[in-house]
Each structure stands twice: as C-alpha cells, then as structure tokens.
C-alpha cells in the first residue's frame, strides 16, 4: 500500500544553517502531497503543498519539490530560525477520500541559537 | 476566532479503565475526523463523523473504540477497557466541507493519552 517515510529525527542545526528533511513516497496513481507543521503546544498546520509532478511548494521560506522520478517531496529552508523549532510531517493523498492521508512519522526540528 | 479544540491535553488511564476523549471543531465546521499517531509512527486516520452521523469509520479498530458527534456539544472518542497499545497521540481535525480534501482541514493540538 501507500507509503511515507521521512528522516528520523531529531535534527539540531544552529541559526541561519540550510535545512533539508527527506521524505519519500510510495504510492499508486498520482497523489498529491503535503507538509505539516506542528509547533509546540499547537495543533497541526499546512506547511506547503503540491499537487503534480514538478511543483513546487512554498510558505515561509520554505520550499519543496515533487519529484515523481525519486518519488520524493523533501523540504528544505535556506536559513533557519530558533522559531522554526518544531515536528514536520510529510503526507499523501489521493483518490476520493482525501482525508485519508498517509503520513510519515514526523521528524523534529531543533534550532540553537 | 478559536481553532480546533482538544481535551484533555494529556490523560492517563490505568488499564481496563474507560478514555473519552472530546474535540470541539473549528466555529462554522461541521465534518470531523479523528486520527491516531501510535510511538514512531505516523497520523493513521480513524473515523470521519458529520452532526449525529457516521460517514467513515474504516480506522477505527473494531472493538472498544467509538466515536460519537452530537447534534450538541464536542465529538467524543471513547475507549472502553484501555490497554498499553492504546497509548498514542490522537488528533482531531475539522472542516467545513463534506470529505474535505487535506488543505481545508484543520487540526487540534493532539489528546496523549498514557495507559499505565
């Protein structure tokens, strides 16, 4: 069946380092697919999304790229800040259902000052 | 403009005992959906329920598990004689749109819940 896997976690990088955690799918047809934020304390959040081949995703700096030929959705942000700290989880949808997502199991972010 | 709302926030349980868990959705939201992220494992998805109705409870486990949306008050996830493997992070999210597609969901903080 569908599948998600991302890094594990947890990451530590210093302030203003390039980020990138790694996500890569296993899916029949053709999915879209998502990151979600969840900060501390808060519920998740849609980080970016896409939905074809080729698109990128964008939001507050941070970006990521479906590419159907690696099967991969990884994101990245070029300069990190202490308040990005926080669980990233890569997921998948497709068909009708698609609240149905598949998810990956969440990598955590911690950014030192 | 209050999002999803989840309580409690963490609950323990000794086992045999029963969990509720409760979600109020987002205001103006009427379709929610509960989700499970057992340890090191990713969001699993349980039930999707709208007012006083069942639309989807594939997820959910077969015995033990309910979930209910009254017409009134928040939705419950219920878990009857708790064990150890029900430990887990459940999430709830809301919509406004009937099988809503992953960018209109929103969810809540997440319940832990902690079987002793």
């Known amino acids: 069946g569908d599948s998600v896997t991302q890094m594990e976690g947890p990451v530590t990088l210093s302030e203003e380092a390039f980020l990138t955690i790694n996500c890569t799918y296993t899916?029949?047809?053709?999915?879209?697919l998502f990151w979600y934020v969840q900060y501390p304390g808060e519920g998740l959040q849609l980080l970016l999304k896409a939905t074809k081949a080729d698109d990128k995703g964008s939001n507050k700096g941070f970006e990521a790229t479906y590419r159907k030929e690696t099967t991969s959705f990884h994101l990245e942000k070029g300069s990190v800040q202490v308040s990005d700290s926080a669980v990233y989880f890569c997921?998948?949808?497709?068909?009708?259902?698609?609240?149905?997502?598949?998810w990956g199991a969440g990598t955590k972010l911690i950014i030192k000052p | 403009n209050a999002g999803v709302m989840q309580n409690p926030r963490h609950l323990v349980r000794r086992r045999g005992q029963e969990a509720r868990l409760r979600c109020s959705p987002m205001?103006?939201?009427?379709?929610v959906y509960w989700y499970r992220q057992l340890p090191e494992e990713g969001l699993k998805f349980m039930v999707y329920?709208?007012?006083?109705?069942?639309?989807?409870e594939s997820g959910m486990p077969k015995e033990r598990f309910s979930a209910e949306f009254p017409k009134e008050g928040p939705s419950i996830l219920r878990i009857q004689q708790v064990v150890r493997g029900d430990s887990a992070a459940y999430f709830c999210a809301s919509s406004p749109i009937q099988g809503s597609g992953a960018n209109v969901l929103t969810f809540g903080a997440g319940s832990r819940l902690t079987v002793l």
């Open positions: 899916a029949t047809g053709y999915p879209s």
């Open positions: 205001k103006g939201h009427s379709h």
């Open positions: 329920l709208q007012k006083e109705n069942i639309i989807d």
């Open positions: 997921a998948l949808s497709g068909g009708d259902s698609n609240y149905q997502l598949i």
